[in-house]
């Protein structure tokens, strides 16, 4: 049975997502330690929102970056529960 190119869309979107997180949790994180322009919090969860919340989260302990604020040590795994929960609930 032939597979279609766009059943391999939402990996690569996933994918391209949590790398996505992941970057610019380092890259805020490495601001920070610069004292550079950081990258505003809104996006760091519109990161995670749009399929990168296992990447941000990673980043988050993988950098010790936004550890000690509970919107982000709560929201984080809070979001990602809510997209495997899409996921499943989707999949089924």
């Known amino acids: 049975m032939p ?6 869309a939402p990996a690569l979107w996933l994918a391209a997502a949590n790398l996505a ?5 380092g890259w805020d994180k490495r601001c920070a330690r610069r004292g550079r322009r950081r990258i ?12 990168g919340a296992a990447g941000c ?4 302990y993988l950098f010790r970056h936004k550890t000690r604020h509970w919107y982000f040590a ?8 809510c997209q495997i929960a899409l996921a499943v609930w989707l999949c089924r």
Not at 21 to 25: H, I, R, V
């Open 74 to 81: 709560v929201g984080m795994p809070l979001i990602l529960a």
């Open 21 to 25: 997180g992941l970057a610019l949790m």
């Open 40 to 51: 505003p919090e809104k996006a760091l969860f519109l990161a995670a929102l749009l399929g």
């Open 57 to 60: 989260w990673a980043g988050m």
């Open 3 to 8: 597979v279609s190119p766009f059943s391999f």
